[in-house]
């Protein structure tokens, strides 16, 4: 109970002091580092950096849950869409944290597509509400921006540059933080992956994700990593059947316990199947 | 075959670099000695020589052994293997053959491309009335100003600047190949005044030189402005000179005795005549120079006279108490060096010496107990190197005024084809003192320190290089702020990936760890706590076609004094366009920074217009951008323009004292024009 309480103590400081959107766990955030690998990402990665949709190879749709510390009150459910194009892909994606006494909604339109060979572009536009009981409610207009370039057949580096600028809807809410995520990623081979990623919130200490991915066949793939902010570990399966991708994840951090997270992610059309399926 | 079409691209690829794009590792050591001194340097000496190679290339064929050492691309292993290959196998046949030389690889010979070339006809010397024909003229002129205004300027009472806004510097120069050069330079730094009140003269600043080399026995001449350098630093070394990098291999002093003096900079450099001669294997130079130096004093009513306390090295006269310490030191000096170099190994003798028209005693401070002081001054020392197979050592013994004892020596050894390896040991004893020592050393003079450095470069594999260093060092007396002997280490792991012609990545993490008196001190006596910081980054050179290269910086500082902990970041991404037989050019950046304190502030260099660089140090959080053009209007006319505007959301004014602006944003545009003729 006193744990729960702490925890409701927290989320409210959050919330309120700095009306920071509910701070990534890394057991989500990890699928950020799936953006820079030559496999083409997945839908929930690409809503980390927009440039990222331009590397989507179909449409898709997906489901995220989590349940933070194994605590009700801090669950987060995900939603998200990606309809692929002539000129680029476009996506939605939306979002709901918290419980009744505190919830935080959030509903983002991305598109990304690529410049050239070497080069994705993206750009997000996200509306973000806050309802905190006894408090009121915030709601901010934020634009995303994020690029990826191909430095070499297995080498990738992006920078994500979120909430700027940001716009308050409600003058009573607080500003909320700027960000910057800037990562490399190597294929190393077929089967074998890694990412970097440096991570710096306004006012939040440096943080370092650092993902590794073995492909140990087509359809099964063992991940791993770790972020250095407040130190985090996290692991994870992701097994695909047909055209349905489940993930299962979960991230520990040493005081508070664990997060499990599942995720699933639904190919529409088949990889590579563009002309029969691209929207006109 | 493969290699020397690696070199023949690199050739077609690297001379499109930008006019003011230097090879990374150069500018990280401007970026390191910029974070050592604390200060930026005005000395564009570098840029300049860089610049003119760059038009001129260096005939690798009639180079000797100065000239390449002023390139400060190549080890002095380098740089002697290379003067023993053409001593015996003769002249070069044509640039491929560069990959024949010991100790020369791919990667060497890429960055020196932009700035060499092979010719077979030999150097000539002409004789000094027809070098002043034939030449390259060119005058520079440049304006500097920040937008908003500073507090020093709304004022007329109290502390005040006295003179414009605006920055100005003027430079005009001729050079005859690299044998004759001479020109004038004029500067007038922000507030000071310009041809009004104290400045009716115009200029804040003047410097001439005139400079000449090979005109038989004399090897060199210098008349004007020129700097002197010695030895390794130990006593006298006034030339831009690198401390700690992660170019490991490089830590000897290489320069001529004497060098043109054509910069802004009003402190280091000496005013009067020099010259070397050269006889058989023996090359002597003598020079003498007489300085106005601006300095604070005190009047001493019992001597009746000014007591010098301390030396401004800035430049800066804009406010009553600055020039109040305009030319209150003056300063004579004189000194020599005679040189006995065979093929492998020299040996060298120096002093200079130092009278002052008022005696200097520096505060009476513990930390100053062995300070300088007197109205004469001298350092004397013995220098050696030699070379053999593999192996270069060197070093230096400085004795001072005193006779108290310095020693620096050193060893680069190249192990395998692929490692290399540097030691280098000093010990300055705390008593040891010198007015222009710049040694290879923790601290900006030699003074007070006892040191070991060591150093290894692994090229690993074609592809990935790993540079990383050691170096532990003791303080056997106290220094500013730190009120006991101290110890400190500091180890730096640099790993450079170049899996393409077009595409170089380096990871760099560094660390240091020095003591430092506690803060918010009540005992008598200071308690020495551990000063420690913690730098890590990452950066990505992307050329993406021959017009265009972008770059992208990383990087994360982490600073702890006693139980104060601070953090550090900052990331840019910036494009450099410079397309070659067309006009215009330039570059931009999108920077963000935030840290903590000034503490755990980060350095980033940055381009600027052609023949200076900025290296700011950024702290706080802000954003910054600039927008660097240059235009060819005609083909000897060039304008250059940067525009730059520093951000900082979160605060009601920039600075301090006289440079405090009021709202958020500095904003910074600088104008250049360049005319050759």
């Known amino acids: ?280 | 075959m493969k290699h020397l079409l690696t070199i023949w691209l690199s050739i077609s690829v690297f001379k499109a670099l930008p006019a003011q794009e230097l090879p990374p590792v150069i500018e990280q050591k401007l970026e390191l000695t910029v974070e050592a001194d604390e200060m930026e340097s005005e000395d564009d000496s570098y840029l300049q020589h860089l610049e003119y190679w760059k038009l001129n290339p260096l005939d690798l064929n009639s180079a000797t052994e100065t000239d390449l050492q002023q390139l400060r691309l190549l080890t002095p292993l380098q740089v002697s293997l290379f003067i023993q290959y053409r001593n015996t196998v003769g002249k070069l046949v044509s640039i491929y053959e560069l990959q024949a030389v010991p100790g020369w690889d791919i990667y060497t010979i890429k960055k020196l491309l932009p700035f060499i070339t092979v010719i077979n006809t030999g150097k000539s010397f002409e004789p000094l009335v027809a070098r002043l024909k034939g030449g390259d003229h060119y005058i520079l002129a440049r304006l500097t100003q920040v937008l908003e205004k500073a507090e020093g300027f709304k004022k007329s009472t109290g502390s005040f600047y006295e003179g414009s806004r605006p920055h100005l510097m003027m430079r005009y120069r001729y050079r005859y190949k690299n044998n004759l050069q001479y020109g004038i330079v004029a500067d007038k730094d922000a507030g000071e005044a310009f041809f009004s009140r104290s400045q009716k003269q115009g200029f804040d600043f003047y410097s001439a030189h005139f400079f000449a080399t090979g005109l038989g026995k004399i090897k060199t001449l210098a008349l004007g402005d020129f700097t002197v350098n010695f030895g390794q630093g130990l006593i006298h070394w006034q030339s831009l000179a690198f401390k700690k990098s992660a170019d490991v291999i490089n830590i000897k002093r290489q320069s001529a005795v004497l060098r043109p003096y054509a910069s802004a900079g009003e402190y280091y450099f000496n005013r009067g005549a020099g010259i070397s001669l050269q006889h058989h294997h023996i090359e002597s130079s003598v020079f003498i120079s007489y300085r106005n130096q601006t300095a604070s004093f005190t009047f001493d009513s019992l001597a009746g006279q000014n007591i010098i306390t301390s030396v401004a090295t800035s430049g800066y006269h804009r406010t009553a108490t600055e020039l109040k310490s305009k030319k209150q030191l003056g300063q004579f000096s004189y000194g020599g060096a005679i040189r006995y170099k065979k093929a492998n190994w020299h040996a060298g003798v120096n002093a200079v010496r130092y009278a002052f028209d008022n005696p200097v005693q520096k505060r009476d401070e513990p930390y100053n107990r062995f300070a300088l002081a007197g109205s004469t001054w001298s350092n004397y020392s013995l220098d050696y190197s030699f070379t053999r197979r593999n192996m270069h050592v060197f070093g230096e013994a400085a004795i001072d005024h005193q006779f108290h004892k310095a020693f620096l020596n050193g060893m680069l050894i190249s192990v395998d084809t692929r490692v290399d390896f540097s030691l280098l040991h000093r010990f300055i004893s705390k008593e040891y003192q010198s007015v222009n020592g710049n040694a290879f050393t923790e601290n900006t003079l030699p003074v007070n320190e006892q040191g070991l450095y060591a150093g290894i470069a692994m090229r690993l594999t074609p592809v990935l290089k790993l540079d990383l260093y050691a170096d532990l060092f003791t303080f056997p007396w106290l220094r500013y702020l730190v009120d006991a002997p101290s110890k400190g280490k500091e180890y730096l792991v640099q790993f450079t990936i170049t899996p393409s012609r077009n595409l170089e990545i380096y990871s760099r993490f560094k660390t240091e760890a020095k003591k430092s008196n506690q803060s918010n001190n009540i005992t008598v006596t200071n308690i020495l706590i551990d000063v420690n910081r913690y730098q890590w980054r990452l950066h990505t050179v992307y050329r993406i076609n021959k017009d265009v290269v972008l770059r992208q910086r990383t990087e994360l500082s982490w600073y702890q004094k006693g139980i104060k902990k601070e953090e550090g970041f900052l990331v840019y991404i910036d494009g450099v366009y410079k397309p070659l037989m067309k006009r215009m050019g330039g570059s931009i950046r999108l920077q963000y920074f935030e840290t903590s304190s000034y503490d755990s502030r980060i350095y980033a260099y940055e381009n600027d217009v052609l023949y200076n660089f900025s290296i700011p140090a950024f702290f706080g959080y802000g954003y910054r951008y600039y927008v660097n053009v240059d235009f060819d209007i005609r083909k000897n006319l060039t304008v250059y323009l940067k525009l730059s505007q520093t951000n900082f959301p979160n605060q009601q004014s920039i600075g301090a004292g006289n440079d405090r602006i009021k709202g958020s944003k500095k904003t910074e545009i600088k104008f250049q024009g360049v005319v050759r003729f």
């Open chain 1, 1 to 280: 109970m006193l744990k729960k309480g702490l925890i409701g103590v927290f989320c409210l400081w959050q919330a309120v002091v700095v009306a920071q959107s509910f701070p990534e766990c890394p057991a989500h955030s990890y699928f950020s580092l799936h953006n820079y690998s030559k496999w083409p990402p997945q839908v929930i990665a690409a809503g980390f950096n927009p440039a990222a949709f331009g590397s989507l190879s179909h449409h898709a749709v997906f489901i995220y849950s989590e349940q933070r510390f194994l605590l009700k009150e801090l669950s987060t459910y995900q939603f998200g869409t990606a309809i692929k194009t002539h000129s680029g892909a476009f996506g939605l994606q939306g979002s709901m944290d918290g419980q009744p006494d505190y919830q935080h909604f959030s509903t983002t339109l991305h598109y990304g597509r690529q410049l050239d060979e070497a080069i994705n572009i993206g750009l997000g536009f996200e509306y973000s509400a806050y309802n905190i009981k006894g408090y009121g409610n915030a709601g901010y207009l934020n634009i995303n921006a994020g690029t990826i370039i191909k430095l070499t057949g297995q080498l990738r580096t992006g920078i994500t540059v979120k909430r700027i600028p940001a716009y308050q809807l409600n003058k009573l809410s607080n500003k909320l933080k700027p960000e910057f995520l800037v990562a490399l990623g190597y294929d190393f081979s077929d089967q074998f992956y890694s990412a970097i990623q440096f991570e710096k919130t306004y006012s939040e200490a440096n943080n370092v994700h650092l993902l590794f991915v073995y492909r140990a066949k087509e359809n099964l793939a063992f991940k791993g990593g770790l972020a250095t902010g407040t130190p985090v570990y996290f692991g994870g399966i992701s097994f695909t059947k047909s055209n349905i991708t489940f993930d299962v994840t979960s991230s520990y951090h040493p005081y508070l316990g664990l997060t499990p997270a599942l995720s699933l992610h639904f190919n529409i059309s088949k990889p590579g199947n563009d002309l029969n399926d691209v929207v006109e």
